[in-house]
Nanobody, 127 residues
């Protein structure tokens, strides 16, 4: 059974930074594409960033491009989301998700494509 644990959320002022971590166990993480999604109160879950299992290819939502960076350490079965220049509109619960990829450069930005999810970590950005 896959276990996914996100951490690193918290309260930060606008303009500040946070680094989210997502540790996965129970499967071959190194061949999974990984993604981050977020959901604000009263809104649908939205895509944030994704990374191929090789770590070479990444893709971001326009709303976070240039401010957020996704990365991974396959030796630690962990994916990260570095969030800089945070804005109040970034406030949401952030979820990590994973999917077995068909090749090293594959990534996915649709939530329904993912196989497993974490429980989420809350990020609150004050103005």
């Amino acid at each position: 059974q896959v276990q996914v644990v996100e951490s690193g959320g918290g309260l930060v002022q606008a303009g500040g930074s946070l680094r989210l971590s997502c540790a996965a166990s129970g499967r071959t993480f190194s061949t999974d594409a990984m993604g981050w999604f977020r959901q604000a109160p009263g809104k649908e879950r939205e895509f944030v960033a994704t990374i191929s299992w090789s770590g070479v290819r990444t893709y971001y939502a326009d709303s976070v491009k240039g401010r957020f960076t996704i990365s991974r350490d396959n030796a630690k079965n962990t994916v990260y989301l570095q969030m800089d220049s945070l804005k109040p509109e970034d406030t949401a619960a952030y979820y990590c998700a994973g999917k077995g990829a068909i090749y090293s450069g594959a990534y996915y930005y649709a939530a329904e494509q993912y196989d497993y999810w974490g429980q989420g970590t809350q990020v609150t950005v004050s103005s």
